[in-house]
């Protein structure tokens, strides 16, 4: 409509902001982790030994050693490699599950806040650096949103939020609620080495993306990128290993008890959209994996109900 070259784009400016915010959010996370690490995996260790799992004693865990391979562990249709995860695993009642809304609602206040956020991208500023931002109503809406009015926006936000937090609540309560009898071990480290392999690209990216706008890394060492110790860094691959672990678990289990399939077709449409040349970069297993766990999560979202 009223699009030109400079709202379809992000400028500099916009772009140096963006990648300021994601360093600071990836920061923040892996210091957050740092201080309830130990907490949640001696939780999980207690709760492995009080289940009469075989798990490694962490006292002087070996330090993680780097996967890059992601479909190593699995076969070609996604499923781990020499784990019979039916006989291992336990779910929750995944056909009836009632979501309370209060737990995935978008409110009033979180629309404002982000319309405040949008706003600054439209901000202008005079000779004097006096800057003047543009008011919120159905023409602004109109020329740069493609909708209507401001009440259609705020209702299309707010679907679309409570939308991403149903998906994100039932993710949790599938990781919370799977039980594994036996720890697969091989594919355990694999999934460990995976998110350090993760991490440590994560690290580059930052890196060179500041060294590409400000000329200076934003991280001295990996262990500044981590904020965590050698130590802790450890027990969080540990625990977010056994997060993935319980996540594919529970998933395989799910898909295999619906008798769900994946036609070729759904395979390859799929691939082509999570990402560039998928296969030869991911392996077909590691894709398959995603490709099932979507399937999973789309029939436990069609099965939740929404208490008001």
């Known amino acids: 409509m009223g699009n030109n070259t400079e ?20 920061q923040k996370r892996q210091k957050k982790a740092s201080k309830a690490i130990f907490i949640v995996a001696a939780a999980v260790i207690v709760c492995a030994i009080a289940a009469g799992i075989t798990i490694f004693a962490v006292k002087k865990a070996k330090e993680t050693k780097v996967v890059s391979d992601f479909s190593q562990g699995l076969t070609d249709d996604g499923k781990i490699a020499g784990v019979d995860v039916k006989s291992l695993t336990t779910v929750f009642d995944y056909k009836n599950i009632t979501v309370k809304y209060s737990d995935i609602a978008y409110s009033d206040d979180d629309i404002q806040k982000d319309i405040e956020t949008l706003l600054k991208d439209y901000e202008t500023e005079d000779e004097n650096g006096n800057k003047t931002t543009p008011e919120f109503n159905d023409e602004f809406v109109k020329e740069y949103l493609d909708m209507e009015t401001v009440e259609e926006y705020k209702e299309s936000v707010r679907a679309k939020n409570e939308e991403t937090n149903l998906h994100e609540y039932l993710e949790k309560l599938l990781v919370s609620e799977t039980k594994i009898s036996q720890i697969p071990q091989s594919y355990f480290k694999t999934l460990k080495g995976l998110r350090k392999y993760v991490d440590q690209n994560q690290f580059e990216y930052y890196n060179n993306m500041f060294m ?65 040349d998928a296969e030869s970069q991911y392996g077909k297993g590691y894709i398959m994996k995603n490709l099932i766990h979507e399937k999973v999560m789309e029939f436990i979202q069609s099965n939740a109900k929404i208490e008001k």
């Open 7 to 26: 709202t379809q784009q992000m400028s500099k400016g916009q772009e140096r902001r963006l990648a300021k915010k994601k360093a600071a959010a990836a």
């Open 212 to 276: 590409q706008y400000y000329g200076q890394r934003m991280y001295k060492s990996f262990k500044d990128f981590t904020g965590m110790t050698d130590a802790e860094y450890e027990e969080y691959l540990t625990t977010s290993a056994m997060n993935d672990l319980k996540g594919d678990m529970g998933a395989q289990y799910i898909f295999e008890t619906e008798g769900m399939i994946i036609p070729g077709h759904e395979y390859v449409e799929y691939a082509e959209d999570f990402a560039s």
